[in-house]
């Protein structure tokens, strides 16, 4: 640690004794001696108290249109403030954005120092901006700072978003649940063995994560990466979208998203034909399905479920709403179709 760096104690951690620490944030519950710094490389043991390196920093601040997050049943064609930071307790082969997930915090030197009052009235200065995405990296790493900025940013009107892997625990998800408006959740898999191998994770949190946002009052979207050969069964798809329908609700969206090569993973890119195989076994159980990171007009627009009436056109991040007045509702045959309008 940097000798000028301020300390920001951690939120959610028991003291044990000989100045052990243990982490209660996510579903790895590290351990921590002094000096020692848990899986997801932001939190430390300094003599026996835990502290997170990633307070009052961001390492990536962009303002993007909301699809990107991907959310394309949340206010659809706004800006979003969106901030990041560095570190991720999940260690997937095939990170995007492994140059600030999979760094360690006191090794970083790309930090811009910022309060939480500086990026709230940022929010507040960017025109056609619905609020602050907590994004880029693991949002759940910097929890404490991301929780002080979504209360401040809650008192001023402006709305929180967060794109997650969902490895989270049950007490901190309920305690910031209240200040986060919109969530789009990574499942990466229907198989434990998958997360095992290919993330050092597990399922189960993650299925908890999603039910209990499911079960509240924020708006909820999942998106999945296909990556060739590792997620791509058919079978084991069809058990996923089920349960999402079953557990979840069929009027989840789910994103289908095309895998490239990145990080440590050599595969080739999904072929797209796979892709539109499981987009049509995803439609057959869910309301609103689309694909990503592809060249597919048609299914990255979003119609109603009940008359077929094309209600949002998208092209890239170009977004058309069928009416001005729309309310998220099919203005042909009323039917709702989950997309929160403000
Ligand atoms: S948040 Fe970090 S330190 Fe805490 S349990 Fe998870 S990986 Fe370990």
Known sequence: ?????????????????????????????????????????????????????????????????????????????????????????????????????????????????????????????????????????????FYEFMSDIAQLSHENGLRNVVVSNGYINPEPLSRILPYIDAFNIDLKAFDNNFYKKQTKGKLKPVKETLKTIAGSESHLEITNLVITSLNDDESAFEKMVKWIAAELGPEVPLHLSRYFPQYRSTLPPTPQKTLNNLFSIASQHLQYVYLGNVNEGKKSSTFCSSCGTLLIERNGYQTKIISADFDGRCPKCGAPANIVMG
Request: hydrophobic fraction near 30%; charge should be positive.
């Open 1 to 141: 640690m940097k000798k000028t760096e301020k300390m920001q104690e951690a939120l959610f951690y028991e003291k044990q004794k000989n100045d052990l620490v243990k982490c209660l944030l996510c579903p790895w519950f590290c351990e921590l001696k002094p000096g020692q710094t848990g899986s997801c490389k932001v939190r430390e043991n300094v003599e026996g108290t835990l502290v997170t390196h990633v307070y009052n920093k961001v390492a990536a601040l962009s303002t993007d249109p909301i699809e990107k997050k991907p959310l394309y049943h949340f206010y659809p064609g706004k800006n979003i403030l969106s901030i990041g930071e560095v570190g991720c307790n999940l260690h997937c082969n095939f990170c995007q954005n492994h140059h600030i997930s999979q760094c360690r915090a006191t090794e970083f030197y790309g930090f811009h120092s910022v309060t939480s009052e500086q990026i709230v009235n940022r929010a507040l200065s960017v025109r056609n901006n619905i609020g602050i995405a907590y994004t880029y990296n693991e949002p759940f790493t």
